[in-house]
């Protein structure tokens, strides 16, 4: 046990809370008349009181261990109570509350270059359902996993409830449904998903009329009535069929959730109490999470470069395209990252500027900007910091980032470009990356067909296609890693981190070698880390081949195949921390040519007609 008290005292220092830096506004009343309408202590007893409860349901699972026969039924009530805190419980220290509900895998703590064990409550069920763990390793696990909520407890006690962390924590959860629950991620092995899924919608109904029902009410008494008939008719719909390769994601989501969603931002408006402004991933105003401004692009944009102006944008664009940024003037981005071929190049690995093939398959730029790591192996934290290593790569542009590009100004259109977007000419590279990085993020496209069906704009969507996204959501776990509705890796619901897997990609297409490319294992020379990549999007997946980090594969059936398989494990490799959550799909070839098909509707490379809408949204 000494060995686990010192991880949790380890997780509580590296994952310490630290409080927000948060303002609300109280548009219609002030701060004192809103605690005396609304009972934001009762409503905050709620979330205090369920993971209480959770704790509890632990702590009897220490004491009948992992084999008894009520271990599932109390497990079970453990994760339920634990739902019901999560918005809360969850906001005010996002690290401690992935942990305790995040995925099964080992922590490798990269501020002391510890690796620490699986624990949460995945792994609690893990050990419950499919065994294999010691009483004591059992014991151990839940013993962390309680210190964690008990961590979360005392930030509920502690800090006050008010208008903005209600109403971001209530919106958070909301996606956590569409994102976590229904998709399996939460709950990998006991599929109790849309339990849950039932329980966040009863909770969002009961924490409202706890705290700012009385206030729709009196202002709009239709739209309190719309919004319990959403939640109600939401919940029906989830319980008529809970089987998680049978439920119909595709209409849960368009027809139930979106409505919720919808209504829900409303709501907030109605009570006028806070207005929707604060850094965040989402547009709060945006009334589904499919809509082409949903998601904030400044959110993952380095704080010296966001809210870019048109003019800023419009030198990056002309950047984009010159080759006089490179050393020896014959390479642009545009080179590796063609515009028709959704800025990716259609080849295996473009060739450096000695005419040799760069080590990885060049990546699509459309919707880049939505992610916390770049380049395949991650390396870079921040657009700004990939630009400049392509400045700074001896095998691409080969200059200094703080080297001014003389050869730009031989364009005398440069000079007064650059003077209009950042009000001087500086003698170093940094505004020229800024420029590249504005344009790069303004790259940006949420208008597929599958969008617009979605959203409800229109009803194309074939069967094949509707049945193919309810595998990628359920049968085939696409989506445990490419996170609806970016389908890239970047975690929902706080977007703070891109993840990166080990899928243990061939070398070839014969599949009979594994790749010898260590991705991220660069960085710290760890073990669970040989092999990891980045998680890109599946977006415009069907017009950027070829596929994988080395261009392996130059179909979307060749991949779909590797992952039936069970990945490179499934190949029969010796990869002992693969961190697929699955053996083998047995998806059989409808379900495989549905999944294409499906991923054949999120092509939408028609960035310049949404970059306009997205610089309205953001400036």
Known sequence: ????????????????????????????????????????????????????????????????????????????M?????????????????????????????????????????????????????GGVSETEFLAEVEVTKGLMINLKENIIKRELNPQRFFVATHQQLLRIISLSISGFDTPVSQLGFDETVTSLQSLLEVYNRSIAGIIIERNEQLDKDFQQKIAEAITFVEQDKNFENFDRFTFIRDYMNPVTSTWVAVRKESRLWDGKVSSPFNFDASTFFEEDSFNANFFMPAMNRNPSEKQIALGEKLFFDKNLSEDKKMSCATCHVPENAYSDGMVANLDNQGNHLQRNTPTLINVAFQQSFFWDGRSENLMDQISS??????????????????????????????????QISGRNTDVIKALSAYIASLNGFNSKFDRNIRGEENTFTAEEKHGFNLFMGKALCATCHFMPLTNGTVPPFFKETEREVIGVPETAQNLKLDDDFGFYWKYGVEIQKGMFKTPTVRNSAVTAPYMHNGVYETLEEVIDFYNLGGGAGLGFDLPHQTLPFDELTLDDSEQKALIAYLKTLTDTAVSETREKNLLVNN
């Not at 303002?23 to 905050?44: C, F, H």
């Not at 969850?90 to 703590?109: E, T």
């Not at 001896?394 to 005398?412: A, C, M, R, W, Y």
């Open 78 to 130: 453990a994760r339920s109570e634990f739902k019901k805190a999560e918005p809360y419980a969850s906001y005010l220290n996002p690290p401690v509350g992935h942990r305790v509900n995040g995925p099964a895998l080992p922590v490798f703590l990269e501020d002391n270059s510890r690796t620490m064990p699986p624990v949460g409550l995945q792994k609690i069920e893990e050990s419950i359902y499919k």
């Open 1 to 76: 046990m000494k060995y686990h008290k010192l991880f949790l005292l380890l997780f509580f220092v590296t994952f310490s809370s630290c409080k927000n830096n948060e303002e609300y506004v109280d548009l219609a009343i002030n701060k004192e008349q809103a605690k005396k309408i609304v009972n934001w202590l009762n409503t905050r007893s709620f979330y205090l009181e369920s993971i209480e409860k959770s704790i509890a349901h632990l702590e009897e699972l220490e004491k009948i261990g992992h084999d008894n026969a009520k271990s599932k039924e109390v497990f079970a």
């Open 390 to 423: 392509v400045f700074t790569n001896d095998k691409e542009f080969n200059t200094g980032v703080h080297q001014f590009s003389e050869g730009i100004l031989e364009d005398p259109a440069y000079k007064e470009m650059i003077r209009e977007a950042f009000g």
